[in-house]
């Protein structure tokens, strides 16, 4: 197995170049087409149809196919209206405001957990596939049972009683802070484990021997990890943190089963917003220059975060 | 990294809480699906954390077999949905895993399609909720709406970049010397990809498929837009499972939840080793 290893560490720079016999690009473009045409048909004829129908007014019920839309054109004036929607807005707003919560107390307890798993202890693989079920678990099931955990009589109130000794029932789901709380509640208790579990496997790769030198150096606990542990994550850090505020942005089943993004529009994400709009009001003109607005700032962002670590990559080789 | 007895101690109770925390939600709902009507929604004192009579009515109910003291009726039972979400689910994991295997390859080897790693993380990247419109458009200009290979080739788009970057990671990993000497053997490069490089990577291709399944399975919102009643999957029809007389049908909802979360929990426990890497889109290795 070592042999193999090392072996297959020396020709790098061989094994890094792809074969380019004729045939090996014949079967190469021939074996990657069926994904390039689905992304193609999911990428570029949807985000033309989008951009065409987000400067129309044009609805499913318009009696018209959408391609007849410009019968309805208006220009820009969905992208002015969204400017000045203030539910759209407070949306967006509430939606960052979930994320400046969930992300980093799913990432604290996440760490704290994993940091207690690094090393052996009886009983660690058994707790380590407990510990993994709620991110498991289908999201909108996982919705359901907060929505049942959270009733005025539920087992929540009942917990709280008990630990207080006074009955409890409030009716959680029903007043918009507390349906804010219960619906950040489920998000922490179901993605809290996927933090765990990509910083754990981050932790487990960090040089054991560093860490015994650094020991034996005098490094106090807290020492080693600033100065070994956490360069050695900065990347994986990352990584978790990305993962989970782009999941989260797009956060809609657990809070939806729960909530419907209510009481009024106490925690209407942005995906919650754009659903109801598709559904209720049927004006998918405007969805398309909401949804393409949403596009073209996450690409924005992304861009400029592809950017910064390539001159990060640069940084380091140079 | 301490070996102290104080820290040892610490460890157990914080790790015993947090099992607690983790199960509570999830032995809840198990213990409302084998509770019959009377105990759904006792509160208070009344309220019990095991079933004090068990029965297996709500398993039943939404079977369509018993109504017993139930006086609502379904219109439909359970059975459809969980077909149309074993079928969606299932087509659409082949879908992905076929054109995301073969192009992984592709990558891997022969260096085509080099755009493709970026394209399919933007395509993960985006909230399904911004391309809908467009995608519903089509479906229905296909006739794909609420009908089961509508929601499989969704399905097969949504998790290709799962599909692409596990097995891409794969194949990286895989030393190439066999490979190398059935080609001096003589045999075509599609004959190396299906007759040896295939086979050989049976396992890591299992525990994909397992992974963009347990993906597939857990969707609600695009089913929810896609399917409208023939072929709406369980998540969606969990939700219609109330009523204006009784209100939620609390033990019914958990027992189809249950059904619903037991086939991933336990896929994904019995891929554990891949989980990192299927979720960091293979940037870290476990």
Same mark, same amino acid.
């Given at each position: 197995?070592?042999? *193999?290893?090392?072996?297959?560490? %020396?020709?790098?720079?061989?094994?890094?170049?792809? =074969?380019? &016999?004729?045939?090996?690009?014949?079967?190469?473009?021939?074996?990657?087409?069926?994904? $390039?045409?689905?992304?193609?048909?999911?990428?570029?004829?949807?985000?033309?149809?989008?951009?065409?129908?987000?400067?129309? =007014?044009?609805?499913?019920?318009?009696?018209?196919? !959408? !391609?007849?839309?410009? $019968?309805?054109?208006?220009?820009?004036?969905?992208?002015?209206?969204?400017?000045?929607?203030?539910?759209?807005?407070?949306?967006?707003? #509430?939606?960052?405001?979930?994320?400046?919560?969930?992300?980093?107390?799913?990432?604290?307890?996440?760490?704290?957990?994993?940091?207690?798993?690094?090393?052996?202890?009886?009983?660690?693989?058994?707790?380590?596939?407990?510990?993994?079920?709620?991110?498991?678990?289908?999201?909108?099931?996982?919705?359901?049972?907060?929505?049942?955990?959270?009733?005025?009589?539920?087992?929540?109130?009942?917990?709280?009683?008990?630990?207080?000794?006074?009955?409890?029932?409030?009716?959680?789901?029903?007043?918009?802070?507390?349906? %804010?709380?219960?619906?950040? *509640?489920?998000?922490?208790? $179901?993605?809290?484990?996927?933090?765990?579990?990509?910083?754990?496997?981050?932790?487990?790769?960090?040089?054991?021997?560093?860490?015994?030198?650094?020991?034996?150096?005098?490094?106090?606990?807290?020492? #080693?990890? #600033?100065?070994? *542990?956490?360069?050695?994550?900065?990347?994986?850090?990352?990584?978790? %943190?990305?993962?989970?505020?782009?999941?989260?942005?797009?956060?809609?089943?657990?809070?939806?089963?729960?909530?419907?993004?209510?009481?009024?529009?106490?925690?209407?994400?942005?995906?919650?917003?754009?659903?109801?709009?598709?559904?209720? =009001?049927?004006?998918?003109?405007?969805?398309?220059?909401?949804?393409? &607005?949403?596009?073209?700032?996450?690409?924005?962002?992304?861009?400029? &975060?592809?950017?910064?670590?390539? &001159?990060?990559?640069?940084?380091?080789?140079? | 990294?301490?070996?102290?007895?104080?820290?040892?101690?610490?460890?157990?109770?914080?790790?015993?809480?947090?099992?607690?925390?983790?199960?509570?939600?999830?032995?809840?709902?198990?213990?409302?699906?084998?509770?019959?009507?009377?105990?759904?929604?006792?509160?208070?004192?009344?309220?019990?954390?095991?079933?004090?009579?068990?029965?297996?009515?709500?398993?039943?109910?939404?079977?369509?077999?018993?109504? /017993? +003291?139930?006086?609502?009726?379904?219109?439909?039972?359970?059975?459809?949905?969980?077909?149309?979400?074993?079928?969606?689910?299932?087509?659409?994991?082949?879908?992905?895993?076929?054109?995301?295997?073969?192009?992984?390859?592709?990558?891997?080897?022969?260096?085509?399609?080099?755009?493709?790693?970026?394209?399919?993380?933007?395509?993960?990247?985006?909230?399904?909720?911004?391309?809908?419109?467009?995608?519903?458009?089509?479906?229905?200009?296909?006739?794909?709406? +609420?009908?089961?290979?509508?929601?499989?080739?969704? @399905?097969?788009?949504?998790?290709?970049?799962?599909?692409?970057?596990?097995?891409?990671?794969?194949?990286? +990993?895989?030393?190439?010397?066999?490979?190398?000497?059935?080609?001096?053997?003589?045999?075509?490069?599609?004959?190396?990809?299906?007759?040896? /490089?295939?086979?050989?990577?049976?396992?890591?291709?299992?525990?994909?498929?397992?992974?963009?399944?347990?993906?597939?399975?857990?969707? @609600?919102?695009?089913?929810?837009?896609?399917?409208?009643?023939?072929?709406? /999957?369980?998540?969606? @029809?969990?939700?219609?499972?109330?009523?204006?007389?009784?209100?939620?049908?609390?033990?019914?909802?958990?027992?189809?939840?249950?059904?619903?979360?037991?086939?991933?929990?336990?896929?994904?426990?019995?891929?554990?080793?891949?989980?990192?890497?299927?979720?960091?889109?293979?940037?870290?290795?476990?």
């Amino acid at each position: 197995m070592s042999a *193999v290893a090392t072996e297959k560490k %020396l020709p790098i720079a061989a094994s890094e170049t792809s =074969d380019t &016999a004729p045939e090996a690009r014949r079967l190469g473009l021939l074996l990657t087409l069926p994904a $390039q045409v689905l992304v193609l048909f999911i990428a570029l004829f949807p985000l033309l149809m989008q951009l065409y129908i987000s400067m129309t =007014d044009w609805s499913p019920l318009d009696g018209v196919g !959408w !391609w007849q839309a410009w $019968q309805s054109w208006n220009s820009f004036a969905n992208y002015t209206d969204l400017a000045v929607d203030g539910r759209f807005w407070s949306a967006l707003g #509430r939606t960052a405001l979930i994320m400046a919560i969930c992300v980093p107390v799913e990432f604290l307890l996440g760490l704290g957990l994993a940091i207690l798993f690094i090393d052996d202890f009886v009983g660690k693989r058994l707790f380590y596939s407990i510990m993994l079920i709620p991110m498991m678990v289908v999201p909108a099931v996982a919705g359901y049972m907060f929505f049942m955990l959270f009733q005025s009589g539920g087992p929540i109130n009942n917990i709280l009683s008990t630990l207080t000794g006074t009955p409890i029932t409030l009716a959680w789901l029903s007043s918009p802070t507390t349906a %804010l709380i219960a619906v950040m *509640v489920a998000d922490i208790w $179901q993605w809290t484990p996927l933090m765990f579990l990509i910083l754990l496997a981050g932790l487990v790769g960090v040089p054991e021997d560093q860490m015994r030198a650094a020991t034996l150096l005098g490094a106090s606990w807290a020492q #080693r990890f #600033r100065t070994i *542990v956490l360069p050695k994550m900065k990347t994986i850090i990352i990584i978790a %943190l990305a993962i989970r505020v782009i999941e989260n942005f797009k956060i809609f089943d657990t809070l939806y089963i729960m909530t419907g993004g209510g009481p009024g529009v106490a925690t209407e994400t942005i995906s919650v917003y754009i659903y109801k709009v598709t559904q209720q =009001d049927l004006i998918w003109g405007y969805v398309a220059a909401i949804a393409l &607005a949403i596009l073209l700032v996450l690409s924005i962002l992304v861009a400029f &975060a592809i950017g910064r670590m390539n &001159a990060a990559r640069k940084e380091r080789v140079a | 990294m301490n070996r102290s007895l104080p820290f040892e101690i610490f460890r157990y109770c914080t790790i015993l809480a947090a099992l607690a925390v983790t199960l509570v939600p999830t032995v809840w709902m198990a213990s409302m699906a084998f509770k019959p009507i009377a105990e759904w929604s006792a509160s208070g004192a009344d309220l019990t954390w095991w079933p004090r009579n068990p029965t297996l009515d709500n398993f039943r109910f939404i079977f369509g077999t018993s109504t /017993t +003291d139930l006086i609502v009726a379904l219109d439909r039972t359970a059975a459809k949905p969980i077909v149309a979400s074993l079928l969606s689910a299932i087509f659409g994991t082949l879908i992905a895993m076929v054109c995301g295997t073969s192009a992984a390859y592709g990558l891997s080897r022969f260096g085509s399609g080099q755009n493709l790693p970026l394209a399919l993380i933007q395509l993960r990247l985006f909230p399904p909720m911004a391309v809908m419109i467009p995608v519903m458009i089509m479906w229905a200009f296909f006739g794909m709406i +609420d009908t089961w290979w509508g929601l499989s080739l969704i @399905y097969g788009i949504v998790t290709l970049p799962f599909a692409f970057w596990l097995m891409k990671t794969f194949f990286d +990993d895989m030393p190439r010397e066999i490979e190398d000497a059935a080609l001096v053997e003589g045999c075509t490069r599609m004959r190396v990809f299906m007759k040896i /490089t295939l086979p050989m990577m049976r396992p890591a291709l299992a525990s994909s498929a397992l992974f963009v399944f347990i993906l597939n399975w857990s969707d @609600y919102l695009i089913s929810l837009l896609l399917t409208t009643r023939e072929w709406v /999957t369980i998540p969606v @029809y969990m939700a219609s499972l109330s009523s204006s007389m009784t209100g939620q049908l609390y033990g019914a909802k958990a027992a189809l939840g249950l059904i619903a979360a037991v086939p991933p929990v336990v896929m994904g426990i019995a891929i554990q080793r891949h989980l990192v890497r299927g979720l960091t889109f293979g940037a870290l290795k476990q």
